[in-house]
């Protein structure tokens, strides 16, 4: 079993090094030659591809770039798609975002994308263990989107698991799956794999002994509350995150400290910074911020020279949330690529006047070890804002596993009130104290929510 799949990258940071200032020449004069929308902003700014020698030099020259950007430059807005920049010839397929938030993006790939996606889905799939004698159940969404494609390719002659390609389809039934085919890793949206454990608890399977290895989620934050809650689902099944989005294909692996490493905890994720080109930086000043601060995410996707890619992102932000953890060889695991904590989407909060409430609290309150005895997991939040009044309304809707009593409701309610004020004391603030906000929660039956009745990937937030 290989312990690293490309062990030049991944353990020797000084050919890394070299590697990425390569790349990044070759990236910024391809972007400039091909890219439409690229080539207008560096005239505009009267920027030379030669200009930008070092990775720094990105953030100094270029504006940070958003998916507004994107979506402004695809038609219907644009009479082009203004960011596809390889030559006609070259372009293989034109997977869609979920456009959970909005406007999906249209991205476009070659070949050299779906090959480079194969080599980083290989070296994820090495470092958190997946075996040749692993099956694999593959519950991400084939078709329009890119994460089912990217996942699968990722298999083809790498690792040597073979894989069940259910995606998100409704059959044949999940417990014949599994009592059939005896998965022994998982690959899913969190909220996915959360709701397969319930599934297949009520069509009579014992979840905490179907043998489960690895499961590795993606395509949304999750918290470690959450995923621990999978983990227990599944008798103490290894969860790992897999940070991944359609722009930016596999960014980063949570770490698996080696056995006998002394670690067993949760050391954050290492970057493909051969491909990924991180930098965390402080939304108001625009500077990077130091070690373990939290900030939002700008990333340049590198090419290797002579790649031609479908859609080529310089100072790109997904309005991601985390910190650099680490920039040093990791000691539990020998990867010499820098760490980052879990990351957390910005837009994946709301405000109640100056207040911020991340969905990630919400979700370590429903998910801890206490409520979790009792909840699905699953919850939405009702967003009002009274323009008479000034008065925001919230309401944080869950659900419980089964049915319970009217009073029992009222007590897990409670709880999760107390868990949110906890951890957020601004939001206590604005809610108890102040006439700002109100935050109510709302305990109902099992399969109330309406977060059930649409499918794809779950829309937690609903303004009123
Ligand atoms: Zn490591």
Known sequence: MKKYWNPEIETDRETLNRIIKRRLSYTVRYAYNFSPFYRELFDKLGVKPEDIREPKDLLEKLPIITREDIINAQPPLS????????????????PYTSG???????????????????ERCARGY????????????????????????????????????????????LYPKKTDIFSIHRPTVIFGMASYVDRLARELKLGGLDTEKLGIRTILVVGEPSTKEKRDRISEAFGGAKVYDWYASDEGDVMAVQCKPNIGSGNENDLGMHVNEDRILMFVINKKTRSEEAKGNVGIDVITTLLDEGEYSGMVLLNYSHGDQFAIISTDTCEYCGRCLKRISHPTRERDEILIGPAKLPLSDVEAAINSSESRKYLTGEYEIVYHFDEIDRLYKVTIR?????????????????????????????????????????????????????VYKSPGKPRRIIKV
């Open 398 to 450: 869950v659900d419980t596993l089964g049915s319970v009593e009217h009073n029992f409701k009222q007590r897990i309610a409670n709880q999760i009130r107390d868990k949110i004020f906890a951890a957020n004391y601004p939001i206590s603030v604005v809610t108890q104290q102040s006439q700002i906000g109100e935050l109510n929660i709302e305990v109902v039956d099992e399969g109330s929510l309406e």
């Open 79 to 94: 009479n082009s798609f203004k960011f596809f920049s390889a030559p006609p010839g070259y372009g293989f397929t034109r």
């Open 126 to 169: 090495t470092m958190v263990g997946i075996l040749p004698t692993d099956v694999v159940l593959d519950m991400l969404p084939f078709g329009i989107n890119v994460s089912g494609l990217a996942s699968l390719f990722g298999f083809y002659r790498t690792v040597g698991a073979e894989v069940i390609t259910l995606g998100v389809s």
């Open 100 to 118: 959970t938030s909005g406007s999906p993006k249209i991205t476009r790939r070659t070949f050299d994308d779906w090959d480079s996606s194969r």
